[in-house]
């Protein structure tokens, strides 16, 4: 034990010493136990993952968690009391940690209402379950194959809910199986998905005597493992199966009946929020208890009408006021809902169908026609399962249908149409970098440093240039990046922390908007953290959705870098190596990458390079393609480093580059010359773009030991002549791609050019003539004296003088058979 | 008794009739075609006179019957062929032995020429001497540049080809005789086929004349062969050498009959005991049965010929009648002269009921219990108690696993998998009517999880593989050949082909909430097209009508369709399925090579089978009681003399070997070991696995069926060298029996080496050792100090007989 004491004690101090002499990089956050915990208590959380030494805050995405203790246990983990008030929301909640040098991956925790206990094997058979109290949150395991018994004490008449939280933990996928037996094994109630949770389950009856009853969870196929937790509420709570209406007009009181409970329909009024929250959920609740998870609630700006049966025809449809929410249900197999109602001349309007997005199993279709006439439009499932059109309306009676996809109904196949006119919206999000992978999903900015990431904006109804706002970023930090103009949908965004900004987090508001203030527009930030992802083709199960953006100020990095922004353009088909300048400090000695951030529409770069150890420059190669867009463009490169705990991030300033079109441009001759010649090329040139001084022009791609000496032009070059050696053992047969570079000197710098593209053909020397007195041909010796000036031949009239010639030859040259 | 007694007179009846045939009067006789109804000059009809006799025998006695027409001015008969004199009806008189029958004779156009048709005459031409055959210019390329569609499924192609493909080449307008199509038939320039027929002779001259007419293309809507008719019916030859004719007659569209004996192709099943020659006369060869066809137009039609020794002596046993299938089954063997074996006994009987119903070899209670029974209705006890098993559904949704293609695989999860095989076991467990499930599954619409049976159109997304996995799992056809040409050796044509596919091109696929999960529906659009020009194919039962579908469920029409009395292939299909797992040989073999030239070896019976099955409204339960309690089910596998060589009678019980998984939950059970299969618990037998993607060593080496496929021939019976060594070698015995210790445990319980050695053969063998196995065996027990050693080298042993590795 003293030994054991002794290691562990020395062991500490190693990990101790070896944290604080080195800077740790962003730390890595794998799981968080336990899984969720009951509102209004306090509960200590332990975090596990990597480079938590210097963590210092939790981030929250949601209100309702205090964190009231931190206490780094090793680097790996972390322990943190919290107190859940006892208003906070129930359900799920995202969580990152934020270190002094960096924020964690986002992880899930859940809070519900009731008590947390543990499952306890062995319960994995029907005569050996757990014996549970009602009304509690047990936290279990489904092993392979496993499958566990809860038991439970019910009076007559008392509801026994049970709900299952598996595949929202968000940990594997995980699909559960829950069931409720009574002693007699006769299974009362059971569920595997539901439109509702998803691929999680619940199971609710009215316990028909006194006694005990018997609950089971497993995963459905009977594929789980020891990653496979779950949260199991089993109590007296409310769990209807829907809610009608689903929806309602914000900011009002509404009364809603919830449907499916095993005790019968539960009424309940709910002040609705002012807001067109459009996550916002409605918690069945009672006397007994509340039930776990919410019922997704359409929020929308118009009040509710409801359908009138019967309405299975246009002819019988219900006579509803326009504009407002219609809201039904497809009550029995092939019922069909209408609704009619009169539009507004010229107006514009979004039409959805929200059904499975609320949790009902309907899968909707929705067809909207003139009464008595065509069909306008019709839709299956543009808004996911659910129905989505556009429609222009007119000044006439409209016949607007639902029915289900299958003609199936039930007395829980609720929908709700909504109609909403055209506004503009923004969406802003961060692409990943990496498939089912949160990296650089957050941004850290040493201080007195940068970090740049790239962001995309997909524009709804809306046109001309966006700015880019954010909002409650941490004190010290601010953002540089360019307009965003029309037709441009992704760009560079780099944050700066000034030398003084202390050590902190928030979670910022992104918002791109119309650089007009008079033009209306919704924006939306949305990022998310892919949870678990599994077969077919590795599809998301779970994923969770950030509408903010974790941004943290962090200790200084080793490094800073700076790019010399280019005075000359980089024009099209053309190339540039972009210079970048690394600041070290001292001690700092590694390697750094530097990798491209954003590239404008039609430029390539490399995909990284590598300043070595101890230097403190490097070349970065950039192209540009022939329909690059000519803009001035801004963008940023990225570097990091390793470090002994972990890679450091940091990036350049916000550059300028310009695409420009090139200056000149220039047609090479194809041309065929035979092994061991030497011949010239013709190259046209067309001067576009004037300047000063000399170009130098190349011949680049040429066959194997065929050379070209480099030419220089000026501004009024129009043709040139580049001399070509062949020699005797160049490769006979037609070498393609063959293009011309070009360097135009500016400001000192280099433009460079590719131009023209062309064919060398390299033949065999033909055989010597059998006359040996030919004349020489006249030509040739004309072309290698000639100056420029002079005619030159194309291949073709080549190849024709020399047929004249040969011809002539032959009839003045008597036949050597005739001799 | 009552019974017995009567088979027995009836065999000494049989002996005596036997023995003075030749001297006996026919019983009756008949004459061929039953009627003759001739259009137009060209008309002609040959006619046949078949005797039978009190034994069954059937003699072709054509030349020997006396025939005469009641009027001259209307027929004439010219070489045993009837010809057109005038207009009007008439008949004919037969008599022979003193029996007499008449044949009505229908005369019209009787001096009006027919104009030569394409069709009509010259197609058949190619079909009758094989130009036509894939091994000829049928080949999917032709043969020496000239290719015609194979066996005529394309004959506006093939008219193409020899009018218009190569100007000029082919046919020769001017001098028709010297065109390159009759030359080459008659192998006046080279050949490669040979010469197919002779100058003058009537295919010659029918391919002249249609020269010389021009080479015309048939007018449209030129009458089509709608049914063909080989005569006689049946024939049971008495003895080598004897000969029966057959003819061949076509009828069309317009009503209009045709003797195409001459133009027809005939085929036979055996040629050793049934030869027909290419005139359609049968002569009989050595003892057996011959199934001899003729192939007409799409249509091919058989006979049955039995052939027996000449004047063989023989009387029929008594032998049990239990039900009906008995009496057909007995039937068939006394036509055969063939005597089944003896009942089984009771220990066989137990092993034999308890792997096919229950795939568990009984325990040594059970055993004893069925041994010490004395009731006389044990047997039906016993299988009333078995059906009634969990293990008996088990056994059938493996069966239908297979046939289904239960299996997971990249696009279909192990969760929808096992939600499918669980809907299946819930509709077998159930005894839900088989027509009711299979039409709920072939009509079914919703997503893969919440109405699992749409994973039969998960499975197979290919609209002509579901075609064909359709007919070939609940019709045993094959209809694969139909999707490029017409069946050559069954009914199928490119249209019904095409037609029936039709009914699947509306299938409606989609995603929805759970990425695994499939929603299926009828999407209500979607067509096919006859790859041949094009056409638009309309829906169209496979054998059957073509609904009205508009607006409908195209799967839902069909499914009714073909779950229901009104589809003649699906009770019998299904009966065949049932009985072939009892007798380990289907009436129709292999169950799902159903077709017009592969025939039932008991035709009757699989009639009744499937008329029972559908009277017992699709209770297979039922079915299978009535198999099972059949002493045709309960025969030994001992032979006799005379059904030594029978192979397809059902004379006597074939050995079979046990299938793979009921073969390793037999091993289990007896070594008291539990097996582990992926996704089920620890104990599970191998018969309820759900996926056929799951398999282990053993289950592969003994050919589990992959499910890869819906053919029967996936699950593989063959024993194989691998097989052998892995019982010799392999965990399946030796680690079994020491994992089990049952030896140990036995000898624990103060059990005698000679009670263990009882025990070990009455669990695997459900007999006790004969005495001299016993002594044997005791012998080296007793020489050996480690009594569990021997004893388990003993089990051993037992587990490597044949004896074991069989159902017997």
Known sequence: MKIFLSRFFLMSIAVLALASSLKAASPNLGGIAPRGWQRGTEVELTFTGARLTDAKELLFYRKGIETTKMTVVSDTQLKAMVKISPEAGLGEYGVRVRTATGISELRTFYVGALPVIDEKEPNSEFATPQKIAMNVTVHGVANNEDADYFLVEAKKGERISAEVEGMRLGTIVFDPFVAIFNMKRFELSARDDSPLTGQDCFASIVAPEDGTYVVLVRESAYGGNGNATYRLHIGNFPRPTGVFPSGGKAGEEIEVTYLGDPAGSIKQKIKLPAALDPEFRIFPQDAKGICPSGIRFGLSNFPNTFEVEPNDTPDKATLVNFPSSFNGIIEKNGDVDCFRFKGVKGQVVDIRCAARKNGSPLDPVMTLAIAGGANVATNDDSGGTDSYFRATLDDKEYILTVTDHLKKGGFDYTYRVDFSPIQGTTLVAIPKVAQYSQDRQTISVPKGNRFATMMTVQRRDLAGDLKLIAEKLPPGVTISVDAVSTGIDSFAVVFEATKDAPVAGSLSEIKALPADPKLACNTEFNTNAELTFGSPGQSIYWRYNMPTLGVAVTEESPFSIQVIEPKVPLVQNGSMNLKVVVQRKEGFKGPITVIPVYSPPGVGTIAAITIAENQTEGLFAITANAGARIKNWKTALLANASTPTGVVWASSQLFNLEIAAPFITATIERSAIEQGKTSEILCKITQTTPFEGKAKLELVGLPLKVTAAPVEIDAKTKEILVKVEIDKTSPVGNHKNIVCSAVITKNGEAIVHTLGKTDIRIDVPAAPKVVASAPATPGKPAVVAAPVAEKRLSRLEKLRLEQEEREKAQKSTPTPQKK | ?808
């Open chain 2, 1 to 808: 008794m009552k019974n017995s007694v009567l088979t027995g007179a009836c065999a000494l009846l049989l002996l005596a009739s036997a023995s003075s045939i030749q001297a006996i009067a026919p019983v009756s006789i008949a004459v061929f075609p039953p009627d003759v109804n001739m259009q137009s000059a060209r008309g002609k009809q040959r006619i046949i006179v078949q005797a039978s006799y009190a034994d069954g025998i059937t003699r072709d006695v054509t030349a020997q019957a006396k025939v005469t027409i009641s009027d001259p001015k209307i027929a004439k008969i010219v070489n045993l062929e009837v010809l057109p004199v005038g207009d009007g009806k008439c008949s004919i008189a037969v008599e022979f032995e003193g029996k007499t029958t008449q044949v009505p004779v229908d005369v019209k156009d009787a001096i009006k020429d027919r104009p030569i048709s394409f069709k009509l005459d010259v197609m058949p031409i190619f079909l009758r001497n094989g130009c036509n055959q894939g091994g000829c210019h049928g080949a999917a390329r032709g043969k020496d540049g000239f290719r015609l569609s194979l066996f005529g499924f394309d004959p506006d192609g093939d008219h193409y080809r020899l009018t218009r493909e190569l100007n000029g080449r082919r046919i020769n307008l001017a001098i028709p005789e010297e065109s390159l199509l009759v030359e080459k038939s008659i192998g006046k320039v080279p050949h490669t086929g040979g010469q197919k027929f002779a100058v003058g002779e009537q295919y010659y001259n029918d391919l002249v004349r249609w020269v010389d007419a021009g080479g015309p293309q048939d007018p449209a809507g030129i009458a089509t062969p709608v049914s063909v008719d080989l005569f006689p019916k049946t024939a049971l030859l008495d003895g080598k050498g004897s000969t029966q004719q057959l003819i061949v007659r076509a009828k069309y569209s317009d009503g209009s009959e045709r003797d195409v004996t001459s133009l027809a192709l005939f085929l036979s099943s055996n040629d050793s005991s049934g030869k027909v020659s290419p005139n359609g006369l049968v002569t009989a060869g050595d003892r057996g049965e011959a199934f001899v066809m003729a192939r007409f137009s799409t249509f091919t039609v058989g006979v049955p010929f039995i052939v027996l020794p000449k004047d063989l002596k023989f009387s029929f046993p008594p032998t049990p009648e239990k039900n009906y299938i008995d009496t057909l089954v007995n039937a068939k063997l006394k036509n055969l002269r063939i005597a089944p074996s003896a009942t089984c006994s009771d220990e066989v009987f137990l092993r034999r009921i308890f792997i096919d119903l229950t795939g568990m070899l009984p325990s040594v209670e059970e055993y004893k219990t069925f041994m010490a029974n004395k009731s006389a209705d044990k047997r039906e006890q016993l299988v009333k108690d078995l059906m009634e098993r969990k293990e008996f559904s088990e056994l059938w949704v493996l069966k239908w696993a297979e046939l289904l293609q239960i299996r997971s695989s990249n696009q279909v999860s192990y969760k929808a998998t096992l939600l499918y095989y669980n809907w299946l076991q819930d509709r077998i467990a159930r005894n839900v009517p088989l027509n009711q499930w299979v039409q709920e599954l072939l009509g079914a619409n919703g997503g893969t999880f919440n109405n699992p049976v749409t994973n039969y159109y998960q499975n197979e997304t290919d609209i002509l593989k579901v075609t064909e996995n359709v007919a070939q799992v609940f019709m045993g056809m094959r209809i694969q050949c139909a999707q490029c040409h017409n069946h050559p050796f069954d009914r199928w044509t490119m249209d019904d082909y095409y037609g029936f596919a039709a009914f699947f091109t509306q299938i409606g696929r989609k995603g929805t909430d759970d990425p695994r999960e499939l929603v299926v529906f009828n999407s209500g659009s979607g067509e096919i097209n006859h790859p041949l020009g094009g056409r638009r194919m309309a829906p169209k039962y496979l054998g059957g009508e073509t609904p009205d579908v508009v607006g409908k469920d195209r799967r839902g029409l069909m499914a009714e369709w073909l779950a229901s009395p009104k589809n003649p292939y699906f009770a019998t299909n299904l009966s065949n399925m049932v009985w072939t797992h009892f007798f380990g040989l289907g009436i129709i073999n292999e169950v799902d090579d159903v077709r017009v030239s592969n025939p039932p070896s008991n035709s009757e019976l699989l009639q009744e089978l499937g008329k029972k099955f559908t009277e017992y409204n699709y209770d297979f339960k039922r079915l299978v009681k009535d198999i099972v309690l059949s002493n045709s089910y309960q025969l030994s596998t001992q032979t006799n003399p005379s059904n030594e060589s029978d192979t397809k009678n059902f004379s006597h019980s074939s050995i079979r070997r046990i299938k793979a998984e009921t073969f390793l939950d037999c091993i289990s059970q007896v070594t008291e070991t539990k097996n582990k299969f992926p996704g089920l618990p620890l104990g599970a037998r191998a018969v309820q696995i759900a996926d056929g993607q799951v398999s282990n060593y053993f289950l592969t080496t003994f050919g589990r069926a992959t499910r890869e496929s819906v053919c029967s021939c996936e699950v593989k019976l063959d024993p194989t060298l691998s097989q052998s060594l892995h019982l010799l070698n392999g965990d399946a015995t030796t680690q079994r029996i020491t994992q089990g210790n049952l030896i140990g445990k036995l000898l624990k319980d103060k059990k005698t080496p000679e009670e263990i050695l009882d025990e070990i053969y009455v669990r695997c063998l459900s007999r006790m050792p004969s005495a001299d196995e016993k002594t044997k065996v005791l012998a080296l027990v007793n020489a050996e100090k480690d009594k569990k050693q021997v004893l388990e080298d003993a089990f051993w042993a037992v587990l490597n007989t044949r004896e074991y590795m069989f159902n017997h």
